[in-house]
């Protein structure tokens, strides 16, 4: 089964930073654009960060622009693709999802997003 798997939540206060780290098998996702998404309960997942794989061209959301990070890399037949966030801020706390989309750039809404990770779960405390 191919699956997507984030790592990396946890609970921090304002102002601290965090890693993020999504992997899944490099024959699956090594030509696939992929993304962080974010999902406050009671609301729908948004759009936090997705990069382009080809030349590694980031898109960021407003919310989170200057403060995260994202990258990717292939090695040994794994992607790897990091969100790295600084400056964490209570309005973060979120579920956050990787995803990968066949689209060539990074889509902004997730139904165009076909491999979903299980997310992992960050709090930032006031």
């Known amino acids: 089964q191919i699956r997507l798997v984030e790592s990396g939540g946890g609970l921090v206060q304002a102002g601290s930073s965090l890693r993020l780290t999504c992997t899944g098998p490099?024959?699956?996702?090594?030509?696939?654009?992929m993304a962080w998404f974010r999902r406050v309960p009671g609301e729908e997942r948004e759009f936090a960060a997705g990069i382009n794989w080809y030349d590694g061209r980031a898109t960021y959301a407003d919310s989170v622009k200057g403060r995260f990070t994202i990258s990717r890399d292939y090695a040994e037949d794994t992607v790897t693709m990091n969100l790295e966030m600084n400056n964490l801020r209570p309005e973060d706390t979120a579920d956050y999802f990787c995803?990968?989309?066949?689209?060539?750039?990074?889509?902004?809404?997730?139904?165009?997003?076909?491999?979903w990770g299980q997310g992992t779960q960050v709090t930032v405390s006031s």
């Open positions: 995803a990968a989309s066949p689209a060539h750039d990074p889509p902004l809404y997730r139904n165009e997003y076909d491999y």
């Open positions: 490099g024959r699956a996702f090594k030509t696939r654009s």
